[in-house]
């Protein structure tokens, strides 16, 4: 589908090829799916997916997604980015190629990054937080999706990783020596945040979830993702610092 000629940079993101990927991946899937035993009843898939609806429709089972983020309206786009990137060929190619095998048109109620459920989509915030769809195009193609807060999903038994990007600096003598070994370790800091309650001290947890401190943007602008916003040109590791720097100062 890629042109020859065509600059690496264009189609080597993440976003570039999950159509793609939905086309190459959906022959063995459905496959593997139609010789489970018991069949499944139900498809639960992370929305940056393209092909667990497709899947769901071939075998005419519900499918419903599960967002690790306050929902749709922190996706927002620049007006006609959404039409570009759709009419990029290695994109538009295997949106008509799923179509015709499987007769499911990923972009009638879906775009990239954002295939949410007609079913049900289930929110890892409260609904104080929660983000609804907010653009046109949004509103327009899953507008009228259902979407139920259901807070975090925390399982205590698996270990922790506080940040993977920040590199050596936490091994070093003066650095380990300011802070608490519950922080290092990758696990919530429970006994000094038990220490800090029985002095009689208010806490706020502030956890800025994995994509301003992940290993794409932490070193890296946000870009397009964040044109709407005024933070285009601010990477991850900038972003964090100041809203951490906001929390100290509002909260003492």
Excluded at 156 to 179: D, H
Excluded at 185 to 191: I, K, Q
Excluded at 192 to 209: C, H, M, N, P, T
């Amino acid at each position: 589908y890629v042109p020859e000629g065509t600059p690496d940079k264009d189609h080597a993101q993440m976003i570039a090829g999950l159509a793609y990927t939905a086309e190459r991946v959906l022959p063995a899937l459905l496959e593997d799916l139609r010789a489970l035993v018991p069949a499944p009843s139900v498809i639960v898939y992370d929305p940056f997916i393209v092909f667990a609806q497709v899947a769901a429709h071939v075998l005419r089972i519900p499918a419903i997604s599960l967002l690790t983020w306050p929902g749709p309206g922190v996706l927002v786009r620049p007006g006609g980015a959404v039409e570009e990137d759709e009419a990029l060929p290695w994109v538009e190619g295997p949106r008509r190629a799923i179509e015709e095998a499987y007769g499911f048109d990923i972009f009638e109620r879906g775009m990239l990054m954002e295939m949410y459920s007609p079913v049900m989509n289930l929110v890892t915030t409260t609904e104080e937080l929660f983000a609804p769809p907010a653009s046109e195009k949004q509103l327009l193609r899953f507008g009228a999706a259902p979407f139920r807060c259901v807070g975090p999903l925390i399982d205590a038994s698996v270990k922790r990783l506080a940040n993977a990007n920040i590199g050596p600096r936490a091994a070093e003598p003066t650095y380990a020596a300011q802070v608490p070994s519950d922080f290092m370790s990758g696990t919530l800091p429970w006994a000094y945040i038990d220490e800090q309650r029985a002095a009689g001290r208010k806490l706020v947890f502030v956890s800025l979830g994995t994509v301003a401190t992940g290993e794409h943007f932490w070193n890296n602008t946000f870009g397009a993702f964040a044109q709407s916003n005024g933070l285009a040109d601010v990477i991850g590791r900038e972003f964090c610092a100041q809203v951490w720097k906001a929390g100290y100062e509002a909260l003492g």
